[in-house]
């Protein structure tokens, strides 16, 4: 069964430092996602893209954070400057429709100490 | 703003009974419902979704059940298994906005032998 690829699967990062996030998201879906999950919190929207720009982004998905799908298959998430908050398991996903279940990945743990 | 709610962190059911995970949602403007299961260390996995047009929607042992005039969503799992204790999320999005899925807090179901 095609599977969304997320690597590392976890990233220590010290705080001011900057992290990319990567995903392969399934070749055949158009639409792609970053959520995230801060320990005992609930799964939390970050941002959608589609045919190369950003569809739709929380208030979480500051200037700190920016999206790349570079070269047709992977989709990157970058934090430039972390903080402390930005502890949390990150979750790729991707879809055929917008409306239909996506798929995720296994998750993102970034610790930044 | 809690949007969509799951009031019961967690639920225990002995194998072979009916698991009932609840949802309760806020926004009338929400039209589309989706499960998820996850595991621990892995991403949720999409189970079943509803249309705002449907009040039932059946996939073998998963019924999710949707009551539009009190907000009100349920997934129910017959005959439950052990294999299928895993927290379960309801997310809910909008037509209009359906790159974005508001998540519940999550539900712990544990299915004893």
């Known amino acids: 069964e095609p599977e969304v690829t997320q690597t590392p699967s976890h990233q220590v990062t010290q705080m001011g430092q900057e992290v990319i996030l990567r995903c392969v998201p399934i070749s055949n879906h158009l639409y792609f996602y970053w959520y995230r999950q801060i320990l005992g919190q609930k799964v939390e929207f970050l941002v959608s893209f589609y045919n190369n720009e950003i569809s739709e982004k929380s208030e979480i998905f500051d200037d700190q954070f920016s999206v790349e799908r570079p070269d047709g298959s992977n989709f990157t998430l970058k934090i430039r400057s972390t903080k402390l908050e930005d502890s949390a398991m990150y979750f790729c996903?991707?879809?055929?429709?917008?409306?239909?279940?996506?798929?995720f990945g296994s998750g993102t743990r970034l610790t930044v100490v | 703003d809690q949007q969509v709610k799951q009031n019961s962190p967690s639920l225990s059911v002995q194998e072979g009974r009916i698991s009932i995970l609840n949802c309760d949602y806020t926004?009338?403007?929400?039209?589309?419902f989706l499960w998820y299961k996850k595991y621990p260390a892995e991403g949720p996995t999409f189970l079943i979704s509803?249309?705002?047009?449907?009040d039932k929607n059946e996939d073998g042992r998963f019924t999710v059940f949707l009551n539009k005039s009190a907000k009100h969503l349920s997934l129910h799992i017959v005959p439950s298994q052990p294999g299928d204790s895993a927290v379960y999320f309801c997310?809910?999005?909008?037509?209009?906005?359906?790159?974005?899925?508001?998540f519940g807090d999550g539900t712990t179901l544990t299915v004893k032998p």
């Open positions: 997310a809910a999005t909008t037509n209009t906005n359906a790159g974005k899925s508001t």
């Open positions: 926004n009338s403007m929400f039209d589309y």
């Open positions: 509803i249309s705002s047009i449907k």
């Open positions: 996903a991707s879809s055929v429709e917008t409306v239909y279940g996506y798929t």
